[in-house]
């Protein structure tokens, strides 16, 4: 039985949750991270010397960084299911991965930390209106890719819609502009009909502030 290390209103850890519901693994969870603390208690900084959350147990393997779980769990089980098998379509589903994690979760990340987890007072307003700004180039390149594309990989659903799908989610609930982006529309329409986006995101309320915060992570731990 795999062990998932991490509280549900993380983008991280429901990039896990997402994953492990569309490959229907039995998984058992501990509340870590946050208001629930435990993360930098010595069994967890022996897991993940970093001290965040997701991290995950599966047998004899014990590894962090949502990404690359989500990776490791694609190409241990039910491979072609969220790993495309055809070498193009995994190319494609490996790039905008890693392009999530860079070019856009990284400037979504500090609007959501900067808006939403701190007071206005301790705002760094000079970097959010950086990081609107990239997050909103950010996504007219997504849009284009999916104005050629249904899906991050191209013809198929893959570990790249998953962790694109969080951090749009994510970046939907903040307060700042955004760019027309019809295809994004389109593609986070048909990410709604699956069930483990429902479960995993959407079933989350997105906090607006401080407070909102730390009712969610109360409420849906
Ligand atoms: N690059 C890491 C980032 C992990 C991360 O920043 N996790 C946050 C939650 S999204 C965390 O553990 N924050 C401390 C806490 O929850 O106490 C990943 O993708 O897993």
Redesign the pocket.
Known sequence: MITLW??RN????Q?VLWALHELDLPHVRER???S??G?HDADFLAMNP?????VIRDGDVTM??????VRYLSARYRPGVLRPEDHRHLAMAEQWMDWQ?NAF?APV?TIFLNTVRVTPDKRNAAAVADAEKRAFEALKIADEHLSRHDWFAGPMFSFGDIVMGVFLWRYLGLDCAKPDMPHVAEWLEALERREGFRLAVMDVPRARDLADWGRIEHEFG
């Open positions: 991490g509280r993380s983008g991280n850890v990039k870590v991270g946050g629930f603390g993360n970093m001290g965040l959350v997701p962090f960084e949502s990404n690359a779980i994690q979760g990340t």
